[in-house]
């Protein structure tokens, strides 16, 4: 629910900035709420509550630009505040592309729920929090000796946000969430390896804890005993819940401050093929009560939903308003909202079976990637699989290679993606990937 | 959010994620009462618009259910950034940050909630959330505070918040004109002035009240180069607990020829062979090396809760005589360094292996208790909003025995590593990566080719038992440091000798 007081600060803000010299403003008020609770050996580790607000303001004065932000909201001091921002940012160069977007690209208000909160979040009682976490820990007591620590953790959260543009645009965003997770440590002889599962919802009552202890600790047993393997080219299987590891390189270079400053080895290939015809990615802000769902950018554009990858052919960049002016592309968004893929038909157990040699990758360790060049290296772990068959865990590999090569290289796509993620990312497989162990 | 998991902790010197870090002129301090980096407690309460009495009442709500321990954290943050785009001073932008965290802990169980509004009701009712920890009902007498002093390691001359954005920006411009005349293949420079000042108040229910200053500066350089279609990036960056003073020529002469040597060196660079080989990491930043493969494993949460892969090996011998690990939270101006830590802990010179002996961990409060020895003042938080945990300060390794030429001349096929942009490690598998941004390839004990953009990954205990040489030129590097665990980032310094390790995994390319 709207905080009157709030909207009421943010609308003043913006009146004060643009009555003290700058020529436009947008400020944005923001508070939440969150809540976690820790537990290990049934005993609560850590309850930590917290209530936060604050303010942040973009000023657009004489040609020059700044951005500020402030969680001490007494109008005396956020005078002082505004006032001096204004006058500190005279001392700049002129920047021509800064002002705010285009009017007819801002969201108008529309009042479409995407359903993303709960009414319910402050009536839930503290003891159901702590119950869930201890839940999450208790169902692994007992499944294993090798068991050192299970972790159970609660969190949640509630976000309020108000966006106040002078050029008359103004939105309200509301949403919050709740998560369940586990983290399993296992004692593997020399090693002791862990793992983790979490599950996550934007309603209470959808939010379930069962399974998640087990299948972390189920997830942490299978990596004992892991060998690092001979180097080589092989198949590469990613598991859904790491493909958003090597996606986000690939995302990179699409944004439009890498565009701009010459770092982004994506620059001119709109239209082009940068990947095999199974890939295909849309954009989608609308999903219902999805992660990332909304109705405006940072920038106060109203949201579109977008086809940024279609059968490997690259559709469109991510470019904020900033960027756009200055490359002049008309702006899309500066961020990505929700990922939606084209699925296959198949889910991880039988992309598994069809591997003839290579490593089912669960999880990445490191790494990085050029965004100017595409080059690109990251530990992995995971179980080698050879005919289909997996025959051991994997730890201590690296892959390497370049993302103008790897994603022609995708041959399968699973038919298992993440709907509880902003990025519902299915499981993908390739081949030809230079893997090096021993 | 809840997807950052405490098992998977990793580190970040790179510089090109400055989005949303917070340039006023001489930014003063929002309707509280001024204080500078000579005020002393007085001023401090009064800055924060406290009194004694008021923390003995915060401090005995905090314990009214039975804590063992309660400790409160005031903190005044503001920072400022400057940066340089497309040849021009054009973007600029400033952030506070104001509250005070409280926490109480009953054995190893912590309770904490924090207020960005600081009155004796605000501070309460936060304490009474953190009091909820325990469960019984206790009457505490007030606790008689005594100011704890502590040694000043990070003098500055000039404090950031009287130094006005009209004189940062003539630096900026001059940095990037520098790199553009050194020459004529780049194409994009981008610059960064970030500097902070944060004010800490911190009083626990032993008796102890402190007040710390902490200053940081950071100076960064992107640059581009092309060379007919082809197009290489490197970054350089500074970053000490210093202040206005620390800006130069000479200063930016060294940012400007490493970032136009280092992008040079790109446009020869070749990806080596994979697989497993000698690495001679170069003194300086390959401490990360020791941050990722053997620090974080030595933080004393992780070995108190049984899940590091050194658990079990206090005492024993981890590696070569003349290998010795140092955690050390003292050296002047380096961005590691505290006065004091973030639960009120004199910081020191931790020894975590002294001559190839596991000697120490590193401990907050909770696992110095735990393990019965005194705490090592690496209590760390990233501000009033989280809970200290135990972190690394400015990690390095001692001088060895060799010599930089030997070790080279030692390696018939291997790698030298000299620039890294960031690491990982998993605390119970041991398993870790740092990944390469530029080097050599060693053939028959000379540096010949340029590498780059190459992951190298080893395992914790195997790593530190094959480190077979170290060299004599131990060097901290001052780079922009940041780890992350447990959500939270701190600024941290890493050092290294030119050091051998006889064997890791190098991601490259099968022929």
């Known amino acids: ?438 | 959010m809840n997807n950052e998991f405490s098992r998977r902790e990793f580190i970040r010197t790179g510089s090109f994620s400055l989005a949303g870090m917070a340039i006023l002129p001489s930014f003063l301090s929002m309707g509280c009462n001024r204080i500078t980096e000579q005020s002393g407690l007085e001023e401090y309460y009064a800055h924060f618009n406290v009194s004694k009495e008021m923390i003995q009442k915060v401090i005995a709500e905090g314990l009214s259910r039975g804590g063992d321990y309660c400790d409160l954290y005031f903190e005044h943050s503001l920072s400022n950034y400057v940066g340089l785009q497309d040849k021009q001073v054009n973007r600029a932008g400033s952030n506070i940050d104001y509250g005070v965290g409280v926490r109480v802990l009953k054995g190893d169980q912590t309770g904490y909630a924090f207020s960005e509004e600081i009155s004796l009701e605000a501070m309460k009712k936060v304490a009474k959330t953190a009091a909820s920890i325990a469960n019984e009902s206790k009457d505490y007498p007030p606790i008689n505070l005594q100011e704890r002093v502590h040694p000043e390691f990070c003098k500055v001359k000039t404090s950031w918040e009287d130094v006005s954005i009209k004189q940062k920006i003539p630096f900026l411009q001059k940095l990037n004109d520098k790199v553009f005349n050194l020459d004529d293949k780049v194409a994009k420079v981008q610059v960064y002035l970030d500097d902070s000042s944060s004010y800490i108040l911190f009083a626990n229910s032993e008796g102890v009240i402190s007040f710390d200053y902490r200053p940081m500066v950071s100076f960064i350089a992107v640059c581009v180069m092309e060379k007919g279609d082809r197009r290489e990036d490197f970054f350089a960056s500074r970053s000490m607990r210093i202040g206005y003073e620390y800006l130069n020529e000479e200063l930016m002469d060294e940012i400007a020829n490493e970032v136009v040597e280092g992008a040079n060196k790109q446009f020869e660079a070749v990806k080596p062979k994979a697989g497993q080989m000698e690495v001679v990491l170069a003194a300086g930043g390959a401490g990360i090396l020791l941050h990722e493969a053997m620090g974080h494993a030595f933080e004393a949460d992780f070995n108190r809760k049984e899940t590091s892969i050194f658990s079990d090996k206090m005492g024993q011998k981890v590696g070569e005589d003349f290998v010795t690990i140092i955690d050390d939270g003292t050296n002047p101006n380096y961005r590691g360094t505290l006065n004091i830590d973030d639960e009120g802990i004199l910081t020191q010179k931790t020894k975590m292996v002294e001559n190839g002996v596991l000697t120490g961990y590193l401990h907050d409060r909770i696992s110095a208790k735990h393990y019965n020895v005194a705490p090592t003042g690496n209590g760390r938080r990233e501000s009033f909003r989280y809970a200290p945990i135990p972190r690394m300060r400015n990690t390095y390794m001692e001088a060895g025995p060799h010599t930089k030429e030997d070790i080279i001349a030692s390696v018939k096929d291997g790698i030298y590593v000299d620039t890294f942009t960031n690491g990982e490690v998993q605390i119970g598998a041991g398993d870790f990566t740092f990944y390469v941004k530029s080097g050599y390839l060693i053939e028959n004990g000379k540096l010949t080719q340029p590498i780059k953009d190459v992951n190298l990954i080893g395992n914790g205990p195997e790593a530190l038992r094959q480190i077979s040489m170290v060299g004599n030129d131990l060097k901290i590097d001052c780079g922009t440091g940041t780890c992350g665990k447990g959500g939270q980032g701190v600024p941290v310094a890493m050092g290294l000798p030119t050091v051998k390790v006889a064997q890791l995994t190098v991601g490259g390319i099968n022929a």
């Open chain 1, 1 to 438: 629910m709207k905080d009157n007081k709030k909207v009421e600060l943010a609308q003043w803000a913006s009146k004060y900035a643009t009555e003290n010299g700058a020529k436009e403003v947008s400020v944005s008020v923001y508070d939440s709420k969150e809540s976690e609770v820790e537990v290990r050996k049934q005993k609560i580790e850590k309850i930590q509550e917290s209530i936060q607000s604050g303010l942040s303001i973009k000023l657009y004065v004489n040609g020059k630009y700044s951005t500020h932000s402030t969680n001490r909201l007494d109008r005396n001091d956020l005078e002082k505040f505004i006032k001096e921002a204004i006058l500190g940012t005279d001392y700049l160069a002129e920047d021509q592309y800064r002002s705010l977007p285009d009017r007819h690209l801002c969201y108008e208000g529309t009042e479409k729920d995407l359903n993303l909160y709960d009414s319910n979040y402050d009536s839930i009682d503290p003891r159901q929090k702590i119950d869930l976490a201890m839940q999450v820990e208790a169902e692994t007591t007992g499944m294993d000796e090798r068991i050192i620590s299970v972790s159970g953790s609660y969190n949640d959260g509630s976000y309020r946000s108000y966006l106040v543009l002078s050029n008359g645009v103004e939105g309200f965003k509301e949403s919050t969430s709740y998560s369940v997770s586990a983290s399993a440590s296992i004692n593997g002889g020399d090693s002791r390896p862990s793992d983790y599962h979490y599950n996550a919802a934007r309603f209470w009552d959808q939010l379930s804890g069962e399974g998640v202890g087990k299948y972390a600790v189920e997830r942490a047993l299978r990596k004992i005993g892991a060998k690092t393997i001979q180097s080589g080219k092989m198949e590469m299987l990613i598991e859904n819940r790491s493909v958003g590891r090597v996606l986000s390189s690939l995302l990179q270079p699409m944004y439009g401050y890498n565009l701009q400053q010459k770092r982004s080895f994506l620059e001119g290939k709109i239209g082009q093929k940068i990947a095999s015809d199974l890939l295909s990615i849309t954009d989608n802000p609308f999903v219902e009560s999805g992660r990332n769902s909304r109705l405006y950018d940072d920038d106060g554009l109203a949201s579109r939903k977008m086809t940024v990858i279609e059968n490997g052919i690259l559709q469109t960049y991510y470019i904020d308003d900033y960027y756009g002016k200055k490359l002049d592309m008309e702006p899309t968004t500066g961020s990505s909202s929700n990922l939606i893929f084209e699925l296959g038909n198949k889910d991880l157990t039988a992309l598994t079976k069809d591997m003839n040699e290579g490593i089912l990758v669960t999880g990445f360790n490191g790494g990085n990637s050029n965004p100017a060049t595409g080059d690109f290296s990251v530990g992995v772990e995971g179980f080698y699989v050879k005919k289909g068959e997996i025959l051991h865990p994997v730890s201590g590999m690296n892959i390497t290679g370049n993302h103008k090569e790897i994603w022609n290289h995708l041959i399968a796509v699973g038919n298992d993606p993440l709907t509880d993620r902003a990025w519902q990312t299915p499981s993908m497989m390739f081949e030809g990937v230079d893997f090096s162990g021993l």
